[in-house]
C-alpha cells in the first residue's frame, strides 16, 4: 500500500487506466464515490484526491462535459435566432436587429477574452512550475520541451491560443 509522502504529492505516478478509472467514477459517480473508492486508496493513499494531477484530472473531465454541452446549446440558440431572419415569419428593423446583435458580438468578444486570460495564466503557471522550483534540476532545453509539450496539448485539445 503506497502512503502518501506529503499532503497531496503521491509515492506512485497515476497509471494511465487508473486516471481513465478516475474520470468514469467521478463523471459518472460523483466525487464522493471517487473519494471513497477503494482500489485507489489501497494504491494511493486515503487523499490521493488532494494530488494536483488528481484535481486538474478532475477539473479537465468537468470542462470537457460541460463545455460540449454549452456549446451544443449555444449553437443551437445561434441557429434559431438565423430562423428569426426569415421576412416569412418576422417582421424586424434594421435598428432592432443591430443592437442585439451588438450585445451578441460583445458577449462572444467576453468569452474569447475569458479563455485568452486563462491561457495567460496556464501559460504563467507552466513558466513557474518549471522555472520556480525545479530550475536546478532541468536544462533550459528540456523547459522549453514542457512548455511545448503543454501548449501542443491545449491546442490538440481544440483550444487554440489564436482567435
Given at each position: 500500500?503506497?502512503?502518501?509522502?506529503?499532503?497531496?504529492?503521491?509515492?506512485?505516478?497515476?497509471?494511465d487506466?487508473?486516471?481513465?478509472?478516475?474520470?468514469?467514477?467521478?463523471?459518472?459517480?460523483?466525487?464522493?464515490?471517487?473519494?471513497?473508492?477503494?482500489?485507489?486508496?489501497?494504491?494511493?493513499?486515503?487523499?490521493?484526491?488532494?494530488?494536483?494531477?488528481?484535481?486538474?484530472?478532475?477539473?479537465?473531465?468537468?470542462?470537457?462535459?460541460?463545455?460540449?454541452?454549452?456549446?451544443?446549446?449555444?449553437?443551437?440558440?445561434?441557429?434559431?435566432?438565423?430562423?428569426?431572419?426569415?421576412?416569412?415569419?418576422?417582421?424586424?428593423s434594421?435598428?432592432?436587429?443591430?443592437?442585439?446583435?451588438?450585445?451578441?458580438?460583445?458577449?462572444?468578444?467576453?468569452?474569447?477574452?475569458?479563455?485568452?486570460?486563462?491561457?495567460?495564466?496556464?501559460?504563467?503557471?507552466?513558466?513557474?512550475?518549471?522555472?520556480?522550483?525545479?530550475?536546478?534540476e532541468?536544462?533550459?532545453?528540456?523547459?522549453?520541451?514542457?512548455?511545448?509539450?503543454?501548449?501542443?496539448?491545449?491546442?490538440?485539445?481544440?483550444?487554440?491560443?489564436?482567435?
Amino acid at each position: 500500500m503506497n502512503m502518501e509522502s506529503k499532503e497531496g504529492q503521491l509515492d506512485t505516478a497515476l497509471t494511465d487506466s487508473d486516471q481513465v478509472l478516475i474520470i468514469k467514477i467521478f463523471i459518472n459517480d460523483g466525487y464522493s464515490a471517487l473519494v471513497e473508492n477503494k482500489e485507489l486508496i489501497k494504491k494511493y493513499g486515503s487523499k490521493f484526491y488532494k494530488n494536483k494531477d488528481v484535481k486538474d484530472l478532475l477539473k479537465s473531465a468537468r470542462f470537457n462535459k460541460y463545455f460540449e454541452k454549452r456549446l451544443k446549446n449555444t449553437i443551437n440558440a445561434l441557429n434559431n435566432l438565423e430562423n428569426m431572419s426569415n421576412t416569412n415569419n418576422y417582421y424586424f428593423s434594421r435598428g432592432e436587429v443591430s443592437k442585439q446583435l451588438r450585445q451578441l458580438s460583445a458577449a462572444h468578444s467576453k468569452v474569447q477574452n475569458s479563455f485568452k486570460t486563462a491561457f495567460v495564466k496556464f501559460e504563467r503557471q507552466e513558466k513557474e512550475t518549471f522555472e520556480g522550483k525545479h530550475s536546478d534540476e532541468l536544462d533550459p532545453q528540456e523547459l522549453l520541451k514542457l512548455y511545448r509539450k503543454t501548449k501542443d496539448k491545449n491546442t490538440e485539445q481544440g483550444l487554440t491560443k489564436e482567435w
